[in-house]
């Protein structure tokens, strides 16, 4: 792999995609290297959207550093919130309420079924469908208008705070998550007798962006791109936190390896999301929604490390502590900058318009992969 | 056999077609489920939830009275420097000396409106309002002084 880098033979095209282009979905990008229209090889540039988030988490302090995550992958800004507060609980050895627990993982699937359905019409969009695009967002804005309510923005949240979540539910949540869920259960099927079912896509989509199981694994891809290859790496299921151990939910395998298996992975990922919710939304303890913590929190001198399943794979969060009120260093395992590796691999010898199509699959958001 | 496929795939691609149709004489005929609202227009139907986060605000009641003491607890909360407190000395009419706040500077253009300031209050003097048109066009305007002039702390908040 590592000697065609960057050799060219004659007759062979070398061109840039991106860094502003529509389908990287960001500033993402590839040189790319063509044989006709037959890819030969995709170099990713990196280093456009670099705000060097890790060093910055040094000088801030463990209540503080939680929030610039957010603006890693902001489509699962809450994820990531969920994953540093994780960190931060562990170097505390705070016990989190049930109830705090229980909105941090209602919060955690909505945001997923946001991310999904975003993913889902951009994905569509790129291999030449518009209108699904603006089906998702017509149901993404409710999700958005609930986490807006209770959280007080609709994208970049920072719900959680260490020991539990900022503010407690909003009364009209469970009512508006009600009716959330009766309002997405009729469209998902109609997304999925627009989309899955239509002969053009499954065209463009089946026997594309092939990715072995083995290779999956070796190339560290995590998340829906990896469980389309076949490999069951779901942190809920894996290494359950917060209180996903003792909910009833399934891994969505596909063996594929495929564009469509991955596509499918994550299309019925909505369903289990939207079944996870449904158990939890009556079953709302009561209780605090925040343990007491100090109001400058201390981590005792050591490394701690937590990992959660975001929308798009596994986040780890890897921290060293000296004892003082700012981390010593911070290191972030994002998903996306893994999958992103393999993409090289999946589309050579495909066609040039089949690189869109790998591409949203991986669902790739920038600002996670150069954080 | 290829001919067998052929049509197949003829057959199918009109199915999916038909399928598509169908939504779109669906969405076509019931306009009620259209949901687009145009946002200059319906700015006086717009009600933004209470809690959403579009400024830091501070307090006043009717006597022009805050509940700031000036203990820079919201400076050391906010991750951009976005507030600075400038204290100053009042003096008691028993002759004792007590901080107050002169001026709270509130840097709206660092903001990220992240609400850790408003969590680490200890007297809830500031809160977050529901503003969010904040262009302008001069930066210098996104300085914002938020105790009004004139105003005092109310009594008994320590």
Same mark, same amino acid.
């Given at each position: %792999?590592? #000697?065609?880098?960057?050799?060219?033979?004659?007759?062979?095209?070398?061109?840039?995609v991106g860094p502003q282009h529509p389908a990287t979905h960001g500033v993402l990008h590839l040189v790319l290297t063509l044989n006709g229209e037959t890819i030969k090889n995709v170099e990713p540039h990196l280093g456009y959207i670099h705000r060097s988030i890790e060093k910055m988490s040094e000088s801030l302090t463990y209540r503080q550093f939680i929030y610039v995550t957010s603006r890693m992958d902001y489509l699962s800004s809450h994820i990531n919130n969920h994953a540093c507060a994780l960190t931060v609980e562990k170097g505390l050895q705070i016990e989190v309420p049930a109830?705090?627990?229980?909105?941090?993982?209602? %919060?955690? #699937?909505?945001?997923?079924?946001?991310?999904?359905?975003?993913?889902?019409?951009?994905?569509?969009m790129d291999v030449g469908a518009l209108t699904p695009f603006f089906h998702a967002f017509r149901e993404r804005e409710a999700i958005n208008e609930i986490m807006e309510e209770t959280c007080g923005a609709r994208l970049t949240m920072n719900y959680i705070c260490p020991g539990g979540v900022m503010i407690d539910l909003h009364p009209n949540f469970q009512r508006k998550v009600k009716e959330f869920i009766t309002l997405f259960k009729s469209k998902i099927d109609e997304y999925d007798e627009m989309v899955t079912g239509n002969i053009i896509f499954q065209n463009r989509m089946k026997g594309i962006g092939l990715l072995s199981k083995e290779d999956a694994i070796s190339y560290g891809v995590s998340g829906p791109a990896a469980r389309g290859s076949g490999v069951s790496c779901d942190i809920r299921k894996l290494y359950p936190y917060e209180i996903y151990g003792s909910l009833n939910f399934e891994e969505i395998l596909e063996t594929g390896g495929d564009c469509f298996a991955r596509y499918l992975v994550r299309f019925k990922e909505m369903r289990q999301s939207l079944s996870i919710i449904e158990q939890l939304i009556d079953n709302i303890p009561e209780g605090d929604f925040q343990a007491k913590t100090k109001a400058v929190l201390k981590l005792p001198k050591g490394e701690f490390y937590s990992r959660v399943e975001t929308a798009r794979g596994e986040l780890g969060v890897y921290l060293i502590s000296e004892g003082g009120t700012t981390p010593y260093r911070v290191k972030y395992r994002s998903p996306g900058f893994s999958n992103l590796s393999a993409l090289n691999h999946m589309s050579k010898g495909y066609k040039l318009g089949d690189l869109v199509a790998i591409m949203g699959t991986l669902d790739l958001v920038i600002p996670d992969i150069d954080r | 056999?290829?001919?067998?496929?052929?049509?197949?795939?003829?057959?199918?691609?009109?199915?999916?077609?038909?399928?598509g149709m169908n939504r779109t004489g669906y969405y076509f005929t019931h306009h009620k489920e259209i949901i687009t609202q145009e946002y200059p227009d319906n700015k006086d139907t717009l009600v933004l939830s209470e809690r959403f986060r579009g400024e830091v605000v501070m307090k006043h009641d009717e006597n022009n009275e805050h509940a700031c003491t000036g203990c820079t607890a919201c400076e050391l909360a906010c991750p951009n420097a976005t507030i600075k407190i400038i204290t100053k000395f009042d003096v008691t009419p028993e002759g004792k000396?007590?901080?107050?706040?002169?001026?709270?500077?509130?840097?709206?253009?660092?903001?990220t409106m992240c609400n850790l300031c408003v969590e680490a209050c200890p007297t809830g003097a500031i809160t977050m309002a529901q503003t969010f048109e904040h262009s302008v066009t001069d930066r210098s305007k996104l300085i914002k002084k938020l105790n009004q002039p004139g105003s005092k702390i109310r009594e008994g908040v320590e």
């Amino acid at each position: %792999m590592f #000697e065609e880098v960057g050799t060219t033979t004659e007759g062979d095209l070398v061109i840039n995609v991106g860094p502003q282009h529509p389908a990287t979905h960001g500033v993402l990008h590839l040189v790319l290297t063509l044989n006709g229209e037959t890819i030969k090889n995709v170099e990713p540039h990196l280093g456009y959207i670099h705000r060097s988030i890790e060093k910055m988490s040094e000088s801030l302090t463990y209540r503080q550093f939680i929030y610039v995550t957010s603006r890693m992958d902001y489509l699962s800004s809450h994820i990531n919130n969920h994953a540093c507060a994780l960190t931060v609980e562990k170097g505390l050895q705070i016990e989190v309420p049930a109830r705090a627990q229980v909105i941090r993982v209602l %919060m955690d #699937e909505l945001t997923r079924l946001a991310s999904h359905q975003l993913w889902w019409g951009a994905m569509a969009m790129d291999v030449g469908a518009l209108t699904p695009f603006f089906h998702a967002f017509r149901e993404r804005e409710a999700i958005n208008e609930i986490m807006e309510e209770t959280c007080g923005a609709r994208l970049t949240m920072n719900y959680i705070c260490p020991g539990g979540v900022m503010i407690d539910l909003h009364p009209n949540f469970q009512r508006k998550v009600k009716e959330f869920i009766t309002l997405f259960k009729s469209k998902i099927d109609e997304y999925d007798e627009m989309v899955t079912g239509n002969i053009i896509f499954q065209n463009r989509m089946k026997g594309i962006g092939l990715l072995s199981k083995e290779d999956a694994i070796s190339y560290g891809v995590s998340g829906p791109a990896a469980r389309g290859s076949g490999v069951s790496c779901d942190i809920r299921k894996l290494y359950p936190y917060e209180i996903y151990g003792s909910l009833n939910f399934e891994e969505i395998l596909e063996t594929g390896g495929d564009c469509f298996a991955r596509y499918l992975v994550r299309f019925k990922e909505m369903r289990q999301s939207l079944s996870i919710i449904e158990q939890l939304i009556d079953n709302i303890p009561e209780g605090d929604f925040q343990a007491k913590t100090k109001a400058v929190l201390k981590l005792p001198k050591g490394e701690f490390y937590s990992r959660v399943e975001t929308a798009r794979g596994e986040l780890g969060v890897y921290l060293i502590s000296e004892g003082g009120t700012t981390p010593y260093r911070v290191k972030y395992r994002s998903p996306g900058f893994s999958n992103l590796s393999a993409l090289n691999h999946m589309s050579k010898g495909y066609k040039l318009g089949d690189l869109v199509a790998i591409m949203g699959t991986l669902d790739l958001v920038i600002p996670d992969i150069d954080r | 056999m290829f001919i067998v496929d052929y049509i197949k795939e003829v057959y199918g691609a009109v199915k999916s077609l038909l399928t598509g149709m169908n939504r779109t004489g669906y969405y076509f005929t019931h306009h009620k489920e259209i949901i687009t609202q145009e946002y200059p227009d319906n700015k006086d139907t717009l009600v933004l939830s209470e809690r959403f986060r579009g400024e830091v605000v501070m307090k006043h009641d009717e006597n022009n009275e805050h509940a700031c003491t000036g203990c820079t607890a919201c400076e050391l909360a906010c991750p951009n420097a976005t507030i600075k407190i400038i204290t100053k000395f009042d003096v008691t009419p028993e002759g004792k000396k007590k901080k107050a706040i002169d001026t709270f500077v509130y840097h709206l253009e660092l903001c990220t409106m992240c609400n850790l300031c408003v969590e680490a209050c200890p007297t809830g003097a500031i809160t977050m309002a529901q503003t969010f048109e904040h262009s302008v066009t001069d930066r210098s305007k996104l300085i914002k002084k938020l105790n009004q002039p004139g105003s005092k702390i109310r009594e008994g908040v320590e």
